[in-house]
Nanobody, 131 residues
């Protein structure tokens, strides 16, 4: 049984930092694309960052480049999202996801940020940034 459990959310002031964690179990971690998604009230789910466990290729949406870092601890089957210089617009429920689908492009294999390509989801962790 695949299980993804997020933790690390909370409330911070603008400019602050948070580190999200996602503990994965029930499947071979290295065989699935991993991603962090977020959903703000009244908005659709948005892919924030993705990581290809084998090789470590990453993707970030433009609005978080230079501020967020996705990483992993393969030995612990754990995905992380380090979020710095947080802004009010980063406020959302953040979800960890795993998916079998990977894409080819830009000289290699990568994990795309489209929610429909992800098969398993965690329960989410709330991030609130006060301006």
């Amino acid at each position: 049984q695949v299980r993804l459990v997020e933790s690390g959310g909370g409330s911070v002031q603008a400019g602050g930092s948070l580190r999200l964690s996602c503990a994965a179990s029930g499947y071979t971690y290295s065989r699935y694309c991993m991603g962090w998604f977020r959903q703000a009230p009244g908005k659709g789910r948005e892919g924030v960052a993705t990581l290809l466990p084998t090789g470590g290729r990453t993707y970030y949406i433009d609005s978080v480049k230079g501020r967020f870092t996705i990483s992993q601890d393969n030995a612990k089957n754990t995905l992380y999202l380090e979020m710095n210089s947080l802004k009010a617009e980063d406020t959302a429920m953040y979800y960890c996801a795993a998916g079998r689908t990977s894409r080819s492009g830009g000289g290699g294999i990568y994990c795309d940020p489209w929610a429909n390509d992800y098969d398993y989801w965690g329960q989410g962790t709330q991030v609130t940034v006060a301006s």
